[in-house]
T-cell receptor, first 110, second 114 residues
Framework: GENVEQHPSTLSVQEGDSAVIKCTYS??????FPWYKQELGKGPQLIID?????GEKKDQRIAVTLNKTAKHFSLHITETQPEDSAVYFC?????????FGKGTRLHILP | DAGVIQSPRHEVTEMGQEVTLRCKPI?????LFWYRQTMMRGLELLIY????????DSGMPEDRFSAKMPNASFSTLKIQPSEPRDSAVYFC????????????FGEGSRLTVL
């Protein structure tokens, strides 16, 4: 089955700097790659997603890139703000079954 | 819409007791998922349903775990008997249908087994 690896597990960046989170997946048939943000005491919430026919997608300060050949994808957050502090999960799917990475706890330092 | 509703939000129980977690998906959503979240293992998919039918339960840890979806607006996850290693946050999520992307999560049920 699909296996998703996510790095780093913890990331601290200065407010205003960029943050990058990287994931790899194992199943070359996976074709959908969402990213979720989880705030304290809440369930994860979708922030951006990308499908395998696209190499990059951007939404304001967040962007995702996908390299199908290498089977890895990344989340980029620019101009980080305090409200970006949260746990971020990448995921991979080839149908209904969405498999998550273990998460990255992002700290934005003042 | 109220979103996915889970109950209870918190449960503390003793080892050996039966635990039942409940979920009401978003109205009109045809797929429902149960995930378990722990620090060590992250978000693990336990089981999911399409149109009330269990499709894949390969993530259910063992026979002590069972899940049902008797109708489109209700699902349960039962642990009997519970063990301390079952302590985790259990999330229910729903989505519109097959291959439609976004999962909508509930706020989770935090289970502590003493």
């Amino acid at each position: 089955g699909e296996n998703v690896e996510q790095h780093p597990s913890t990331l601290s960046v200065q407010e205003g700097d960029s943050a990058v989170i990287k994931c790899t997946y194992s199943d070359s048939a996976s074709n959908y790659f969402p990213w979720y943000k989880q705030e304290l005491g809440k369930g994860p919430q979708l922030i951006i997603d990308i499908r395998s026919n696209v190499g990059e997608k951007k939404d304001q300060r967040i962007a995702v890139t996908l390299n199908k050949t290498a089977k890895h994808f990344s989340l980029h957050i620019t101009e980080t703000q305090p409200e970006d502090s949260a746990v971020y999960f990448c995921a991979a799917s080839k149908g209904d079954k969405i498999i998550f990475g273990k998460g990255t706890r992002l700290h934005i330092l003042p | 819409d109220a979103g996915v509703i889970q109950s209870p939000r918190h449960e503390v129980t003793e080892m050996g007791q039966e635990v039942t977690l409940r979920c009401k998906p978003i109205s009109g959503h045809n797929s429902l998922f149960w995930y378990r979240q722990t620090m060590m293992r992250g978000l693990e998919l336990l089981i999911y349903f399409n149109n009330n039918v269990p499709i894949d339960d390969s993530g259910m840890p063992e026979d002590r775990f069972s899940a049902k979806m008797p109708n489109a607006s209700f699902s349960t996850l039962k642990i009997q008997p519970s063990e301390p290693r079952d302590s985790a946050v259990y999330f229910c999520a729903s989505t519109l249908g097959q291959n439609t992307g976004e999962l909508f999560f509930g706020e989770g049920s935090r289970l502590t087994v003493l």
